[in-house]
């Protein structure tokens, strides 16, 4: 894990506000297209790094956590970057 971030992901009140504001984006999306419109919508994307996948702030590109929902969208593919400008 990269340590520039591990302050914020073990501050588990963080962690449970953004998981809240997350939960029905990461819930109603359809691709990974969808969901990284989602996730643009409130200044976040899907960022991978040393083969792991990470939630990262637009447009820096800061990572602030492992992403927590890799697992439950299984089937959505987001090892190709997407552009989220359009």
């Known amino acids: 894990m990269p340590k520039h971030f591990s302050h914020i992901e073990n501050d588990p009140f963080?962690?449970?506000?953004?998981?809240?504001?997350?939960?029905?984006?990461?819930?109603?999306?359809?691709?990974?297209?969808?969901?990284?419109r989602r996730l643009a919508r409130l200044g976040y994307?899907?960022?991978r790094k040393d083969?792991?996948?990470y939630l990262a702030t637009l447009p820096?590109?800061?990572l602030i956590c492992r992403c927590w929902f890799a697992s439950a969208l299984v089937e959505l593919d987001f090892t190709k970057s997407h552009n989220t400008a359009r």
């Open 14 to 36: 963080f962690i449970g506000q953004l998981r809240a504001m997350l939960r029905p984006e990461i819930k109603g999306a359809t691709d990974p297209h969808d969901l990284q």
């Open 45 to 47: 994307r899907v960022r």
């Open 51 to 53: 083969g792991q996948q």
């Open 60 to 62: 820096h590109g800061a």
